[in-house]
């Protein structure tokens, strides 16, 4: 037993465990959904050097809990469901989204190239978006990737997804994929684009998104007092049940942070808080400026969305009933988005973790949602911390939570491996 630092006067005590110990029963309360990363052991002195290049296929028969409505059979993932479309775009067309395994490589890379085996109708379409995860855990964005043609990420990363996306007009045929490969490399130099200090903050006009009981594109299905948020881009969604990309959006009353869970509203390419060199169309549109807003205020594009629908508001932003009463709206307004994952950790500082399964959840309570977790002991990027609901375990108390960006959400600070029951040099929330 490791005896507990004694608490300042004022301050809740907590455990400081100093190895990894498996967590059980009412810890596994406080975990939430994500991956950890195990660093690659070191090869021998004698060992080869890895592959310049490395190809691999993913197995497209699993359908996962990141699927949306696909089906496999006869060697082929088709739509399942042609009337299926993401609850935002309130489009008649049949969508499918399957996120692939992720694929761990043998040395860093920042550029991957897909040849995809598939049989597309003309009604149909088939898109293939990667991504990339670095050594820290932090994502990259999903960048569509064109059969043949490299997408260069933004970083050099250690572990590579694919992920699908399949549309097909309703009554028409779907697609059939039949195989993906991927190869991917390393270009040298320097990572492409700048890397911002900061998390980057637009002010966008908000709708609410309602429609409970539809599916969202990521295969949420929405309830009654839900929270999340749409983004007109495919970019920044965020895997079912988690808050690898996620926002904070602050109304006329308070802000709250909320997972990208669906597409919309309007567009499905507009990733506008991107500058213009990385931003996928519409790069004459000032940076945080949505085509839907400039098509609505101003006549861009004749004013109409990328599917020729004439924009009937400004909307850059869709939000789910809980989020959008819980900031202060009654009616669609405008609010403040800073889109958290653009942060490139110039406000966080780093800890330690200890712990198996550790929960991250969307707010600083036991009850919220379980947006990740950390399956063993890492490091993690803190940018500030609240205090929250008091959390109880083997004897110790502690109310302080930490919000972590990467993620999306908070972890309670009995799992932060430092002396503090509030952390040094952290703000408040």
């Known amino acids: 037993m490791l005896t507990p630092p004694t608490p ?3 301050s809740v005590p907590r455990r400081r465990p100093r190895s990894t110990r498996a967590l059980t029963g009412t810890v596994c309360l406080l975990a939430l959904a994500g991956t ?22 993913p197995d497209l028969s699993p359908a996962g809990g990141d699927d949306v409505n696909v089906r496999y059979g006869e060697g082929a993932l088709r739509v399942r469901d042609g009337s299926v479309s993401p609850a935002s775009l309130g489009r008649d067309r049949g969508y499918a989204s399957a996120v692939l395994e992720t694929h761990h490589v043998a040395r860093p890379v ?4 897909v040849d995809l085996d598939a049989t597309v109708p003309e009604a149909a379409d088939v898109e293939v978006d990667v991504r990339g995860r670095a050594a820290d855990g932090t994502w990259t964005e999903w960048q569509r990737a064109a059969p043949g043609t490299p997408v260069r990420l933004p970083r050099d990363v250690v572990d590579v997804q694919a992920r699908l996306t399949l549309w097909n007009a309703k009554g028409e045929a779907t697609a059939a994929v039949r195989a993906l490969t991927l190869t991917a490399d390393d270009t040298g130099g320097d990572s492409a684009g700048s890397t911002p200090t900061a998390a980057f903050s637009a002010r966008v006009y908000a709708t609410r998104e309602g429609l409970v009981g539809h599916t969202t594109a990521n295969g949420h299905v929405i309830k009654e007092n839900d929270h999340f948020v749409a983004l007109p881009s495919r970019r920044a969604l965020s895997p079912k049940g988690s808050g690898q990309y996620s926002v904070q959006v602050c109304g006329p009353a308070r802000c709250e942070t909320a997972p990208v869970w669906d ?4 567009n499905t390419h507009d990733d506008h808080w991107n500058p213009f060199t990385q931003r996928e169309q519409w790069k004459d549109l000032p940076r945080g400026l949505p085509e839907a807003q400039a098509a609505y205020e101003d006549g861009y594009n004749g004013g109409r969305d990328e599917s020729g629908r004439q924009v009937a508001n400004p909307a850059g932003i869709d939000l789910a009933d809980g989020t959008f009463y819980n900031v202060g709206l009654n009616d669609n307004g405008w609010v403040t988005v800073t889109y958290l994952w653009t942060d490139a950790g110039g406000d966080t500082t780093s800890f330690p973790t200890w712990g198996t399964d550790v929960s991250i959840r969307q707010q600083a309570t036991t009850g919220s949602t379980r947006v990740a977790s950390l399956p063993g002991p890492t490091t993690v990027r803190v940018r500030c911390q609240v205090h929250g609901e008091l959390v109880n375990y083997d004897g110790y108390s502690n109310d302080a939570w930490s919000y972590l960006p990467d993620y999306g ?8 491996d430092v002396a503090d029951s509030w952390l040094p040099g952290v703000p408040t929330c």
């Open 8 to 10: 300042r006067p004022g």
């Open 36 to 57: 950890a990363l195990a660093a690659a052991p070191a090869p021998a002195a004698d060992a080869p050097s890895p592959p310049a290049s490395e190809s691999w296929r």
């Open 110 to 113: 920042n550029r991957i190239t």
């Open 263 to 266: 597409v919309g509203p309007w």
């Open 409 to 416: 959400g908070y972890v309670s600070n009995i799992f932060i």
